[in-house]
């Protein structure tokens, strides 16, 4: 098997797009952030991974802002 059998994503490729409404929005960034809290320190690699996820998603004041209280009709 070759290198591009087993990798069939280029390293800096996108890999997957995902479509995200408001409130979901915020609960993955929550999460992500969390989790990057929480993870232990030495896990470098994964944190760099985890900041870069978060630096392509809206700021933490924009997050903050979205409303995922449901409204009842």
Do not use: C, N
């Not at 995902?18 to 609960?27: E, G, N, R, V």
């Amino acid at each position: 098997m070759g290198e591009e059998e087993l990798h069939p994503i280029g390293r800096d490729e996108v890999a997957y797009r995902l479509d995200l409404t408001p409130a979901q929005l915020k609960i993955t960034w929550t999460a992500l952030k969390s989790f990057l809290d929480d993870f232990g320190h030495d896990e470098r690699d994964v944190h760099e991974v985890v900041r870069e996820v978060l630096d392509k998603l809206p700021d933490e004041h924009a997050i903050r802002a979205i409303d995922i209280t449901r409204r009842r009709r």
